[in-house]
Structure formats: C-alpha cells, structure tokens
C-alpha cells in the first residue's frame, strides 16, 4: 500500500460509497470492541496511526483492500463478515468471546471457523471431537 500518496491525495468518496464505508467502519469498530482491543492496539498491529484508523471506524475514509487481510486476521474475524452488507449485529456472533487480552488462540480461530461451517460439517466436527474427549476421560 503506497500510504505517502495516499496522504497527499486521498481519494475523493462520492456519497453513494459514503453510507457503505459508514457501515463498514461500524463493523470494524463493534468486532475491536468484541476482540477486546483499544484502537492504539489494532493501529499498531496493523501499521497505521490511531487517528487513521479513527477515520476508517467513522466511514471518513475508505479503507483499503489491501487492509482487509490484515484486519480481519487481527480482529480475529472473516473477510466476509467485514464486508457483509448486513446488519452489525452478525459481528459479536462471528467473534469469539474473549475472557483475556492477546492474541487469538489458534483453538478459538478454529472454533470460530467450525462455527461458520454447516450445520452437517459441525455435527461431524462435535461427533469427532466427543470421541477423541471420550477417549481421554478413562
């Protein structure tokens, strides 16, 4: 991402883009809250300044493709439920319910994962998992 020329010209939003980054910053902003990060943290981990990341949270600016990756890896998110034009609410169901602060676990990535399969891949995700468990209580 070439964030000097981004600087001297930002690009122009035309108002029909406006309501959709609008929206879009609200999911970002309700899945840092979710994720239990302030915006100095999630800036940090994604290179940027707090107050450019204030701007993508409030839709006044676009936020970049090139971002969206990194974003929703460090919001511990999809990329879809980012860009979903949808309802905000979709945000804390796709975001795994953090107890600490840190990094994701790699067990709450998966578990979060195998909540968006379908219900037939789940059963057999929770079927498999009960037998590996079932073998360890005895």
């Known amino acids: ?56 949270e409030v839709g006044k600016r676009r936020v970049p493709v090139s971002l969206l990756p990194g974003l929703a890896k460090a919001l511990g998110v999809s990329i879809e439920t980012l860009i979903a034009d949808n309802d905000t609410a979709d945000i804390a169901a796709a975001t795994p319910r953090r107890t600490r602060r840190g990094p994701v676990s790699r067990l709450e990535q998966q578990l979060d994962a195998v909540s968006r399969l379908p219900k037939a891949r789940q059963r057999f995700v929770t079927d498999m998992l009960d037998t590996v468990l079932a073998g360890n209580a005895g």
């Not at 600087?7 to 910053?25: H, W």
């Not at 609200?26 to 100095?40: E, F, G, N, P, Y």
């Open 1 to 56: 991402m070439d964030r000097f020329a981004d600087r001297i010209a930002p690009p122009v939003m035309s108002p029909d883009e406006q309501p959709y980054f609008q929206a879009l910053g609200q999911r970002i902003a309700k899945a840092r809250s979710a994720a239990d990060l302030t915006q100095v943290q999630l800036a940090e981990r994604l290179g940027l300044s707090q107050p450019q990341l204030a701007f993508y």
